[in-house]
């Protein structure tokens, strides 16, 4: 379920014959030529360069770098192959169907929120007076606040397809931002809400892999 793999072609315009593939929880990316596997590299390990020798003797380079820096910190990590100090040209396998998928979790987060406000009590409408953190946790994890993201959530979900990058940025910060309230919840809430933190977690992880797919398939 949580596999992930990227292939590369060896050659400018040739299919793909190599394969990295990892798993949500495993400790290590497996590399393989032709479905034959050749070697495996710790992930912790991802950030030093490591090579491989291939049977016709050429040599595989493999390195995790970040796509930007911040402050001097690495931000959105991708694997950077090359073989023999060529860059090899990568292709992120199905982007239309992680669109698909995270335009799935978008439309199921947002109907849970919907469903999960009918069955509130209305308690208040407005933003609480106090905008007290506790009281502010509680009216958007309530009725309201339900709603509201609900209805952005959807509107996001048929907003046109030419702002996609745009639709699952602003998706993931809200559903993001969600989880976050979901947990401070457990904390500081009187009473318990509807908890789908697991949902929205799920949600996010999705539409990040979609985001990423999107931005390096326009590289």
Request: proline letters at 5%; glycine letters at 8%.
């Amino acid at each position: 379920m949580f596999d992930q793999q990227e292939f590369y072609a060896l050659e400018e315009g040739e299919p793909p014959r190599l394969a990295i593939s990892w798993g949500f929880f495993s400790r290590e990316i497996v590399i393989r030529l032709d479905g034959e596997e050749i070697g495996s590299i710790p992930r912790a390990k991802l950030n030093k360069a490591h090579e491989f020798v291939l049977k016709d003797g050429s040599r595989l380079k493999i390195k995790q770098i970040p796509s930007f820096k911040i402050l001097g910190m690495g931000f959105q990590p991708y694997l950077h192959l090359s073989l023999d100090g060529r860059d090899l040209p990568g292709l992120i396998p199905n982007p239309q169907q992680r669109l698909s998928t995270a335009n799935g979790w978008i439309l199921g987060v947002g109907s849970a929120k919907l469903i999960l406000a009918i069955f509130m009590p209305v308690k208040a409408i407005a933003l609480p007076q106090t905008l007290q953190f506790r009281e502010f946790v509680e009216w958007q994890q309530g009725f309201t606040g339900s709603m509201i993201t609900g209805l952005i959530l959807l509107g996001l979900f048929v907003v046109p397809k030419h702002f996609t990058k745009l639709v699952l940025t602003a998706a993931l910060i809200i559903i993001l931002g969600n989880l976050l309230l979901e947990f401070s919840c457990i904390w500081v809430c009187t009473a318990r809400t509807g908890n789908i933190a697991a949902l929205e977690g799920l949600a996010a992880l999705s539409i990040y892999q979609a985001l990423r797919t999107q931005s390096r398939s326009h590289r």
